[in-house]
Every structure is written in C-alpha cells, then in structure tokens.
C-alpha cells in the first residue's frame, strides 16, 4: 500500500497533464475529461493525507482550485505554445505538491519545516492567475455577463486568501476578516480592469500580481513579522511586474 501512496503524487500529476493535452485536441469532451481530472487529483491528496482531519481539507483546496483554473485556461483557441506550457507547468506542481504531503505524512526526517505552506502559497498565486484570465476569458470571448465574472473571482480570492491564512495558522476570526478585506480590495482591482483594453493574460496577471503583494504583507502582519525590507522587497517586486505586462501587453 506505501508504495502505491509514494507513487501518487506522480500520478496525480501524469493524469492531469494527459488530460489537459486532451482538453487542447478534444475541448468538447470538457464536461467528462473536467471532472475525472479534478477527481484524481482531489483523491490522490486525501489517500496521501490519510486519516481523514481537518489538514486534508486545507491541503485539498490548492490543487483543486488549480485543476479548475487550468481546465479553464486551456479551452481558449489562442496562444497554444502557452497552454502547452500551462498544462506542463500545472501537472508539476501538483507532482512537487504531492511530493511534499508524502515527506509530511510518511518521511518527516527529510520534510523541511514550512514546505507545504510555501508550495501551497505559490500554487494559489498560480490559481489566481489561471482562473482570473480564464473568467476574463469567458467574457471577452463568449460574451460571459460581468456579475458573473465578479462572483467567480470573489470566490476565488477569498477562498484562496482565507486558506493561505488558515494553513499560516492564523487565529480564525482575524483570517475571516482580512480574507474579507483583500476580496474586497481584489474585486476592485477587477472593476478597474474593465475599463483597459487589455487581453485576458494581462487582466489575469495583473490581478494575481495584487494578490501576491497584499496577500504576503497580510500575512506577515498578521504574524508580527513585517519589517520595512519585506514591505519594499514586494511592493518593489510588485511595481516592477505590473510596469513590465503593462509596456509589452497586447492591446485589444
């Protein structure tokens, strides 16, 4: 049995690549290949994380919400090299993501303190990113109503800013209120989107890149741990990549 759960997290990702790369050729098949794909997924982390606690639903949120943002993202006829690269990108983080609920849960001698906090923290960013330019995508391509759009990427931030702080282990009500906080601030950020004539990538970027910044200052102030250097080290990091999509995005 140990040696089918060490092979999970490798599997997990193997099916997920070999259904995306099938999504890119048969795209009708979404409704079937969609969920199959999210299934494995979901089901390779809770037999990693066996018995069942509260952790396995912390660790299940990542990956499903990247499958879903991925299952997204592919359908659109644009950028194919860039999808290719999506599909490979997504079924290596869900490997390296495995790999660290297996040292967690069964080889804790070699498990690096933080490791799925760090992995999870990235994997969110990279959600945010695949579910906002696929949401944009919808509705710059398939005429999608704008509230729905909001509702989906409300959804998003706030699930995935209340996780990054909830595996943080920052006390509840705190997390509720500043996941609340940044959802707000997030949607905000949306809303001004509309008005730039930008493609679905640069939208998606921008709104990931807002999330990476505020979400990580958040967090260390929320844990007493923000220092000036942190804050200049992301506000920085942040400036430099919205100046950067800004000046060579493609305009619509």
């Known amino acids: 049995m140990i040696l089918l759960v060490r092979l999970l997290p490798f ?12 999504l890119l050729r048969v795209p009708r098949h979404l409704f079937v290949i969609g969920p199959l794909v999210l299934g494995i997924v ?10 069942l606690s509260r952790t396995t639903a912390l660790v299940v949120v990542p990956p499903a919400l990247l499958v879903m943002g991925a299952l997204g993202f592919v359908l659109f006829p644009d950028q194919p090299l860039v999808r290719h690269l999506v599909t490979v990108g997504v079924a290596v983080l869900l ?13 804790t001698e070699s498990y690096q303190a933080f490791a799925i906090e760090n992995i999870s923290a990235y994997v969110n960013i990279v959600s945010v990113f695949l579910i906002a330019s696929a949401l944009f ?8 109503r704008a509230w729905v759009l909001m509702l989906g990427l409300t959804a998003t931030l706030f699930v995935t800013a209340l996780h990054t702080f909830a595996i943080g282990k920052v006390e509840f009500r705190r997390a509720l209120a500043s996941a609340g906080l940044l959802t707000l601030l997030g949607t905000e950020v949306a809303i001004a989107l ?15 890149t807002f999330f990476y910044v505020t979400m990580n200052l958040t967090h260390y102030e929320l844990r007493s741990t923000l220092d000036r250097a942190r804050l200049q080290r992301y506000v920085l990091t942040g400036l430099f990549v919205v100046v950067l999509t800004l000046l060579t995005a493609s305009w619509r």
């Open 11 to 22: 599997l997990t990702g193997a099916a997920a690549f070999v259904g995306f790369e099938y």
């Open 42 to 51: 979901v089901a390779g982390v809770v037999l990693i994380t066996r018995p």
């Open 95 to 107: 490997w390296v993501y495995g790999e660290q609920l297996f040292a967690f849960q069964f080889r």
């Open 194 to 208: 509309f008005i730039l004539p930008a493609d679905h990538y640069v939208n998606g970027l921008l709104i990931a």
């Open 137 to 144: 995508g919808f509705r710059f391509f398939l005429g999608l």
